[in-house]
């Protein structure tokens, strides 16, 4: 039997610079962000400090639509607003043509804030209000039902609306990868997925567009994408060929990783990680299969946060303190802990001094300043000796730290972004005490105190 044919794939490989003694391992300091200077905008912005390269943002939207729209004709990336819903991270991608893709009211409110078009927002997530799924269905956007419940709720508020709501189901499926997510969505493999969608359709009140799916986090399976290409195509043919209903679009979700190194990991994350382009050809090759002509094909939305804004964003940090554990380790104290940094649970993120150093480097532990014996930023990293004073760069943190951070013993610090020309824009303030006390109440009996 003949052999598919595979298109060739150029791999990148990260091995360093080799010497007699093998792979480079020095490290470099790191003293300017896309030419701006480290030590200037600590200065001026503080420390900690998060800064935003908008140069990588829209280098990553314009690599990942790249390596899809030069594979399959019919294309869509949805920013997912839950990776890091600032506004001018956002926007960047909006202007890169973007849609948004949100999971709660604040979100979607979010999304309209920012000018996005009803028409093309997702509204994905578990929890959605009467009010909020009026509002998106009289905004023409795409609702993805999560599960029966849901689907109840919106038939119960159909009769008051003045269009059919717009929406797809969320499927779960066994792609190979364990634990399944399954939490979410309608199960494919029990065939609770398509009595879904033939409640849907029977209903007569709902305008079924589309399928979701999303998998997984941080995958590292380009075989389990093709795999949920394969049922949601399968479920799509069903609504064609059974239903009557051909579909709009099937939506894959994100889950593609980027290129930090999951703690425990024995090879670093640029060595493990799929390419976008990878991820593209294992799921283009499955939609060619679906069985669709040439002017059926479906769209393919793409929800992507984490590999588009994690390499974009830094965390730059002052060492506040050196001490020796009980145990001889040496441990370097700095003014940034999980509380902004909360990736740190789950990666080893790269750290480099901001300053020149001695050829010097030992193993130590990287904490954070919280009173909390979890605040660890890395479990061991082998670093040049940092002294009280000397700054870092904590590398491919712009995922999840500026949504997931928390107001603990400290409060959060600025947020800069440095433009395509170099211009550093303060996108979001350093809390203060006043902020953070506006929303409390003291009841009348607590005004005085007695000490």
């Not at 979890?374 to 590398?395: E, F, K, M, W, Y």
């Amino acid at each position: 039997m003949k052999k598919k044919y595979e298109s060739p794939v150029i791999q990148k490989m990260n091995g360093g610079l080799m010497n007699k003694f093998g792979t480079r391992t020095e490290y470099e300091p790191v003293k300017q962000i896309d030419g701006v200077s480290v030590h200037t905008l600590m200065e001026e912005y503080g420390s900690p400090l998060f800064v935003l390269s908008e140069r990588t943002l829209r280098r990553n939207y314009q690599d990942a639509y790249r390596a899809f729209s030069t594979r399959y004709p019919h294309i869509q990336f949805a920013w997912s607003y839950k990776t890091n819903y600032l506004n001018a991270v956002c926007r960047v991608f909006h202007q890169e043509g973007s849609w948004a893709e949100v999971v709660s009211g604040f979100e979607y409110r979010k999304a309209l804030g920012n000018g996005v078009p009803g028409h093309k927002i997702i509204f994905n997530g578990p929890e959605k209000t009467n009010e909020e799924l009026k509002l998106a269905a009289e905004n023409n956007s795409l609702i993805h039902i999560d599960h029966f419940d849901e689907m109840y709720q919106l038939l119960s508020i159909a009769g008051e609306l003045s269009k059919k709501p717009r929406v797809a189901i969320r499927v779960n499926m066994d792609t190979g990868v364990y634990p399944v997510w399954d939490r979410f969505g309608f199960n494919y493999e029990n065939g609770q997925a398509f009595d879904a969608l033939k409640k849907i359709v029977a209903s007569g009140k709902m305008e079924l567009t589309g399928l979701h799916c999303h998998i997984g986090t941080y995958m590292l399976s380009t075989e389990a994408y093709r795999i949920a290409v394969k049922k949601l195509g399968d479920l799509a043919w069903k609504c064609k060929t059974e239903l009557n209903n051909p579909l709009q679009y099937l939506d894959i979700g994100g889950g593609f990783p980027s290129t930090n190194t999951l703690r425990g990991s024995f090879l670093p994350g640029t060595d493990t990680v799929p390419s976008v382009d990878e991820f593209a050809e294992a799921i283009r090759a499955q939609l060619q299969e679906l069985g669709y002509g040439a002017g059926e094909m479906p769209l393919l939305i793409l929800e992507s946060g984490r590999v588009m804004v994690d390499d974009a964003g830094y965390l730059l940090s002052t060492v506040i303190a050196n001490k020796r554990l009980s145990d001889g380790r040496r441990a370097t104290i700095l003014d940034a802990g999980v509380n902004v940094l909360f990736t740190s649970f789950w990666y080893d993120h790269a750290i480099s001094p901001a300053q020149d150093f001695t050829h010097h480097t030992e193993d130590q532990v990287m904490y954070g300043p919280l009173c909390m014996n979890i605040d660890v930023v890395r479990q061991s990293a082998n670093l040049p000796l940092l002294n009280r004073g000397d700054r870092v760069v904590v590398h491919k943190v712009g995922a999840y730290n500026m949504t997931q951070w928390m107001q603990f013993i400290h409060m959060r610090p600025n947020v800069v972004l440095i433009d395509e020309e170099g211009k550093a824009h303060l996108v979001r303030e350093a809390e203060t005490l006043e902020y953070i006390e506006q929303q409390e109440r003291v009841p009348a009996h607590l005004q005085t105190i007695n000490i």
